[in-house]
């Protein structure tokens, strides 16, 4: 899991209610990302951000929002308006000069009920 | 549409037989990549190969990338139980920018 950090492991939410995840990272990697997975799927991008205070969508981006105030930092915040969060979130982290190597931190599994 | 699509979805074999996993992709690429997932757990980044590239070694692992089929297979060697993981192939396309596609994975289990 490299030097990226997630937190919690485990979230659990009611319905309704808006949620942060935590994602740091001391690699000193520029770019940054949010994938989510379901059970017996590959991953698809929610958010990225290639500098500070700079993010773009991915595929999935509806129902999430992002910041990056600092360099170490991408947290995640999954809102009301997202209608399946139930999920593994896995943020990852890249260098500029080889972005498409990412390497990927623990995991938070949240469900929401 | 799931660029990388894995084959076989899930595979088991005894330890110290060899593995064969294969990833099928449809657009042109930079790169190719292989990644393992403990149950519950991140992923690792196991091995990147170039477009420009047809064989790779890292240890037991050997990735080989054919273009022109448009595909990839991983195979790891003399396996461990420890091996026993999901295997996922991710495509850095190319004119895409700071996307990788995932496909949904081999599931590999080594039997003791």
């Known amino acids: 899991d490299g030097g990226i950090t997630q937190s919690p492991k485990y979230l659990f939410r009611k319905e309704g209610q808006n949620v942060t995840l935590s994602c740091e990272q001391n690699?000193?990697?520029?770019?940054m990302y949010w994938y989510r997975q379901d059970p017996g799927q590959g991953l698809r991008l929610i958010y990225y951000?290639?500098?500070?205070?700079?993010?773009q969508k991915g595929d999935i981006a509806e129902g999430y929002s992002v910041s990056r105030e600092k360099k170490e930092s991408f947290p995640l915040t999954v809102t009301s308006a997202q209608k399946n969060p139930t999920a593994f979130y896995l943020c990852?982290?890249?260098?500029?000069?080889?972005?498409?190597?990412?390497?990927f931190g623990p995991g938070t599994r949240l469900t929401v009920t | 549409s799931q660029q990388g699509e894995e084959d076989p979805q899930a595979l088991s074999i005894q330890e110290g037989e060899n593995a064969t996993m294969n990833c099928s992709y449809k657009?042109?690429?930079?790169?190719l990549q292989w990644y393992r997932q403990n149950s519950g757990r991140g992923l690792v980044h196991l091995i990147l190969?170039?477009?420009?590239?047809r064989e790779k070694h890292s240890g037991r692992l050997r990735v080989t990338l054919d273009t022109s089929k448009k595909s990839s297979s991983l195979l790891i060697t003399a396996s461990r139980a420890a091996d026993t993981a999901s295997y996922f192939c991710?495509?850095?396309?190319?004119?895409?920018?700071?996307?990788?596609?995932f496909g949904k994975g081999t599931l590999l289990t080594v039997n003791p």
């Open positions: 990852a982290s890249s260098p500029r000069d080889s972005w498409s190597e990412q390497y």
């Open positions: 951000s290639q500098i500070v205070n700079d993010f």
């Open positions: 690699l000193n990697h520029d770019a």
């Open positions: 657009t042109s690429i930079n790169n």
């Open positions: 190969i170039r477009s420009n590239e």
């Open positions: 991710a495509t850095d396309d190319r004119g895409s920018n700071y996307k990788l596609t």
